[in-house]
């Protein structure tokens, strides 16, 4: 019976893995279209490894904005996985170096796949092979994709200039599964929209996002001080 369950979560993990992996292509040729080398693309699929940072990132470049703009933007958005390692830390008790590339691979679906699980062994099992699967999926898709970009040429020409909203929206509408998230995107969002004629490109979504992490820490303070009382 373990043994069959275990199967069934690796099964699962690598189906989740080959799905979000896919989207690296869409990375890669939105990099090199929207200006970047196939190298830095590829780096920054290696090194930053979360989807939607990357996407908010490639975002501000594209509409003109600093790679400091941009690399604001994406910090911001992935100091989520700073809470995810606090929920994970009691699972998987890693020690040492172990720690460090255990921490990139702390994502919103290998945390997911690892916070579901009914038993440590299987939350582990879940998080390694759904972390490395999409991590080594994501890599080579997002080659393809930037070597796919560089002969594609203006990605103006066939529209894939408003893509990068569109990749990072498919990201994110997974993540929108309560009342409260989605009201939170949508007044950060108005905000954002509401700075772009007045603010330089990428601080729109910089100040949206600080909102959003504002309005979500107090959010969850109110929700802890409830559960005390």
């Known amino acids: 019976m373990s043994e069959s369950t275990d199967r069934q979560v690796k099964a699962d993990s690598l189906g989740v893995g080959l799905g979000v992996g896919l989207y690296g292509i869409s990375f890669g040729a939105l990099a090199t279209t929207g200006g970047l080398s196939v190298a830095q693309a590829c780096a920054l699929s290696l090194l930053a490894f979360t989807g939607a940072s990357q996407f908010a ?16 933007t994406a910090v911001l958005l992935g100091a989520r996985n700073t809470f995810y390692a606090i929920s994970l830390a009691p699972i998987l008790r890693v020690r040492g170096l172990r720690r460090f590339t255990t921490a990139h691979l702390v994502i ?16 582990k099992l879940g998080f390694y092979w759904t972390g490395l699967s999409i991590f080594i999926i994501w890599n080579l898709m997002t080659f393809v994709g930037a070597v796919a970009g560089n002969a594609i040429g203006d990605p103006k020409a066939i529209g894939l200039d408003a893509a990068v909203a569109a990749a990072f929206l498919g990201l994110l509408w997974p993540r929108l599964d309560t ?28 100040v949206g ?5 504002a309005i979500g820490l107090v959010i969850g303070k109110s929700a802890a001080q409830v559960g005390d009382e």
């Open 57 to 72: 990132f490639l975002g501000v470049i594209v509409a003109g904005g600093t790679a400091t703009a941009g690399a604001l």
């Open 108 to 123: 919103d679906e290998s945390t997911a796949m690892a916070l579901t699980r009914p038993t440590v062994h299987q939350s």
């Open 179 to 206: 009342a409260t998230t989605r009201w939170l995107v949508f007044i950060a969002g108005a905000v954002a929209l509401g700075l772009v004629p007045v603010t330089p490109a990428g601080a729109p979504i910089i």
């Open 209 to 213: 996002g600080l909102l959003a992490v």
